[in-house]
Every structure is written in structure tokens, then in C-alpha cells.
């Protein structure tokens, strides 16, 4: 997939001018790319347009006008995406009372991890690869970012649809998958090319 280069980048003014029609884009974007695996959990599947408006919505927060600075996100965000073979998504654990959020935070410990979550292609499975530093022994974040690697023959099966698809969580917590198919899976087997 192709990184987000300083080229592309609108300075602040520009991207004030064309924020509204980029974000309604973006969302739109993000219809086909969110999976819910269970009532607190999604997955947001990353591509080269949501790493760009990120980096531009950073900029604008930020108010980032020095090259270095903008490269610096750049380079940061350009780690979400995708490699060769493979599927990027933010997961994002949503906890909806802010008063309780500590105490059901920590019942997630070790979602993020290969064995808890993973891509199930028909038979086979694409074990999540989470970044490190979201986590430790006593903390998790709501945040995390992900990767599944396919081998040759997953990536076959899930760009034909050859075999069902499934986002799995199996945490003694939280146990609940998601069947990736339709305009979200046409959407992500792009992703591939």
C-alpha cells in the first residue's frame, strides 16, 4: 500500500478550505472498513486516505506548520498501514461509562495478543500482531493497533472468497466474532493490490 508522502500534504489554510468534503469522504470511506466484533469492540481496517486525514487532522489540531514536524506524523502514521499481505486496523475498545472505565478496562488484558484475537479464514487462522507499548502487565489501552499477516493460500481465499471470513475475539472476557463479508470485505480485499 502506498505510504503518505510530504507531497500530498495540504497546508493548514488548504485543508481548512477542503476539510468538509475530505471528512465526509473519509466517513463514508470508514462505513465499508469498521467491523463490531461484539457490543465493545470495532475494528477500523486502515488504507492510505484514513492514515492521510489522520495526519491532516493532527496537523490542524496542532496547528503543525514545519516540514519536520509534519514529516515526524507522517512517519508515524505511515506505521498503521498495511504491509504486503497483510490487514491494519485500529481496534478500539469502547467502555461507555466513563466512571467505570478503569475497573472494565483491565478485564481486557490479553485481548491483544495472537491467540485472543485473530482472522479466521475457513480453516486456517491470521493471528493478530499488536504493537507494542499499548499494554503491560497491569494496563491496557482502549487503543490498539493491529496487523494480520496472511500466508499465500489466506490471502487467496479471502480475495476470491473462496472461504468464510470470521473476526475473532476469544478472551475469557470477551468471546465474539464477526463474519467479514459483503461491501466490507470487497472494501478490504483492496487492501491486497
Known amino acids: 500500500m502506498n505510504k503518505v508522502v510530504l507531497s500530498e500534504i495540504l497546508d493548514i489554510a488548504q485543508y481548512e478550505k477542503a476539510r468538509d468534503g475530505f471528512r465526509r ?83 481486557f488484558h490479553g485481548v491483544n495478543t495472537g491467540e485472543a484475537t485473530y482472522l479466521q479464514i475457513g480453516d486456517e487462522r491470521a493471528p493478530g500482531v499488536f504493537d507494542a507499548g499499548q499494554s503491560d502487565d497491569r494496563r491496557i489501552s482502549a487503543v490498539q493497533y493491529v496487523r494480520f499477516r496472511f500466508s499465500g493460500a489466506q490471502r487467496a481465499a479471502f480475495v476470491t472468497g473462496a472461504q468464510e471470513a470470521r473476526l475473532v475475539i476469544d478472551h475469557p472476557n470477551y468471546r465474539h466474532d464477526a463474519l467479514i463479508a459483503g461491501a466490507v470485505r470487497e472494501a478490504l480485499t483492496k487492501d491486497f493490490f
Open 25 to 107: 469522504r473519509v466517513i463514508e470511506l470508514k462505513k465499508h472498513r469498521r467491523v463490531a466484533v461484539g457490543p465493545m469492540v470495532t475494528f477500523v481496517f486502515e488504507n492510505h486516505d484514513t492514515v492521510l486525514f489522520q495526519i491532516q487532522e493532527m496537523m490542524r489540531a496542532e496547528r503543525l506548520v514545519n516540514d519536520d514536524a509534519i514529516q515526524y506524523e507522517i512517519d508515524t502514521y505511515n506505521q498503521l498501514l498495511p504491509g504486503e499481505n497483510e490487514l491494519a486496523a485500529t481496534m478500539l475498545i469502547e467502555l461507555p461509562d466513563a466512571a467505570r472505565i478503569r475497573d472494565e478496562i483491565t478485564k
